[in-house]
T-cell receptor, first 114, second 114 residues
Framework: KAGVTQTPRYLIKTRGQQVTLSCSPI?????VSWYQQTPGQGLQFLFE???????NKGNFPGRFSGRQFSNSRSEMNVSTLELGDSALYLC?????????????FGSGTRLTVV | ELKVEQNPLFLSMQEGKNYTIYCNYS?????LYWYRQDPGKSLESLFV?????AVKQEGRLMASLDTKARLSTLHITAAVHDLSATYFC??????????????FGGGTRLMVKP
């Protein structure tokens, strides 16, 4: 079956711009979560969506937002980009409620802010 | 706040040797995951540990979970160069609004030398 698809794979943006990243989960998976990976801070939880509702958010400023659509696809948006937002953004999907509870990660979007 | 500590952070090994990576965490959780990450790539799921005493093995890697000690180990047997990568443990916890989130350790960068 198809895995988790993230687009685009690479992005270069200028400080002050905004960016939207997309994540299509595995078919049937209704939970999508987002993580930021940087060399300095490691892997950090951004937020999680289930059935179009954000259930949890990590310790990130309000410039980071997201949403989930009825087909479970999710987008995250970062406004007023800062140099420190340069990172690998990973999306994970999971199927809540099975014994094989786990997370499958997409290939990531590497964002560079210049 | 949940803390997940991995050690060592860097491990250089000779091929054929055995070693263990440790993952300690600071709060109660019954679910812990191990991931592998190659440079510039996403996270590849290695093991899903869902209960106290869980032990899983795949090839030269074996993972275990002791929820009472809040400790998981990833044991490498007879290391080969192909195992060179960064390994992360991640603890799955429930957030304030019913959703789950992963808290990652800092990662162990493994280099296996011939």
């Amino acid at each position: 079956k198809a895995g988790v698809t993230q687009t685009p794979r690479y992005l270069i943006k200028t400080r002050g711009q905004q960016v939207t990243l997309s994540c299509s989960p595995i078919s049937g998976h209704r939970s999508v979560s987002w993580y930021q990976q940087t060399p300095g801070q490691g892997l950090q939880f951004l937020f999680e969506y289930f059935s179009e509702t954000q259930r949890n958010k990590g310790n990130f400023p309000g410039r980071f937002s997201g949403r989930q659509f009825s087909n479970s696809r999710s987008e995250m948006n970062v406004s007023t980009l800062e140099l420190g937002d340069s990172a690998l953004y990973l999306c994970a999907s999971s199927f809540i409620g099975t014994a094989n509870y786990g997370y499958t990660f997409g290939s990531g979007t590497r964002l560079t802010v210049v | 706040e949940l803390k997940v500590e991995q050690n060592p952070l860097f491990l250089s090994m000779q091929e054929g040797k055995n070693y263990t990576i440790y993952c300690n965490y600071s709060t109660t959780s019954d679910r812990l995951y191990w991931y592998r990450q190659d440079p510039g790539k996403s996270l590849e799921s290695l093991f899903v540990l869902l209960s106290n005493g869980a032990v899983k093995q795949e090839g030269r890697l074996m993972a275990s979970l002791d929820t009472k000690a809040r400790l998981s180990t990833l044991h490498i047997t007879a290391a080969v160069h192909d195992l060179s990568a960064t390994y992360f443990c991640a603890v799955d916890t429930r957030g304030n609004n019913a959703g789950n989130m992963l808290t990652f350790g800092g990662g162990t960068r493994l280099m296996v030398k011939p």
